[in-house]
């Protein structure tokens, strides 16, 4: 792995090109068997609307969102456990979240062209003091960073393949979101699109 120096931006640490090409390709192939185990599918908002990533999860327990709430649950919607969180992911955690705890969910979104996620803030955890940490593969995404209160100023950032971003301390509850990726701009998945990765303490 390489060195960890990040750049600081509102308590959000960004360690651009923490993972090497190598890294990278091989996270790709655990994920791979991850979704073998616990397919993707699109998850539907409370409120009845399809979000544009499709999610899938590893780890004890997956963040899941349908006409019930939003959630964490032991099981896939289809029914099976989620698969151990990969061991590639795990070294991640342990090089930068600066936390005893181990994480219990790492949520795998997917998004293919066009898709998004809106400033949200990731408060279902029980545990607020570990960070949630984020792992981008594949195509660029545009990072929106704001605040912990709704409004007020945001910025953004580029998030390329092989970076990670760890959301603690004062960053733990600032709102957040994805506004639009580069679709087709890596060339480490073959269909293109973004892989993003969050790891969790979620009890
Ligand atoms: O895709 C990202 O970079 C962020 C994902 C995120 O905020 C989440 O899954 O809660
Ligand atoms: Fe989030």
């Known amino acids: ?3 960890a120096e990040f750049i600081d931006r509102r308590g959000f640490r960004i360690y651009h090109d923490f993972l090497d090409r190598a890294a990278q390709e091989a996270l790709v192939g655990a994920l791979r068997a991850c979704l073998r185990v616990a397919p993707l599918y699109q998850p539907v908002t409370p409120r009845g609307q399809k979000m ?8 004890r327990f997956g963040w899941i969102t349908d006409r019930r709430g939003y959630r964490y649950e032991e099981r896939h919607p289809d029914g ?14 342990e090089a930068v979240a600066d936390c005893t705890r181990a994480p219990e969910c790492c949520l795998i979104n997917w998004y293919g062209e066009g898709a998004r996620m809106g400033l949200h803030q990731d408060k279902d955890e029980a545990d607020c003091a570990c960070p ?11 990072f929106r960073m704001g605040n912990t209160e709704r409004g007020g100023k945001t910025e953004s950032v580029w998030l390329r393949s092989g970076d990670v971003v760890a959301m603690g301390g004062e960053a733990r509850l600032k709102h957040h979101g994805v506004d639009r990726i580069r ?3 890596s060339t480490l998945l073959p269909q293109g699109g973004r892989i993003n990765l969050t790891l969790r303490v979620v009890t």
């Not at 544009?52 to 780890?59: C, F, I, T």
């Not at 099976?80 to 955690?93: F, G, K, L, R, Y």
């Open 1 to 3: 792995m390489a060195m």
């Open 80 to 93: 099976m456990a989620w698969p151990p969180i990969p061991a590639e992911v795990m070294a991640i955690w």
């Open 132 to 142: 949630v940490v984020s792992v981008s593969l594949g195509d660029e995404g545009l």
């Open 52 to 59: 544009s990533v499709r999610m899938s999860a590893a780890g």
């Open 183 to 185: 679709f087709g701009s």
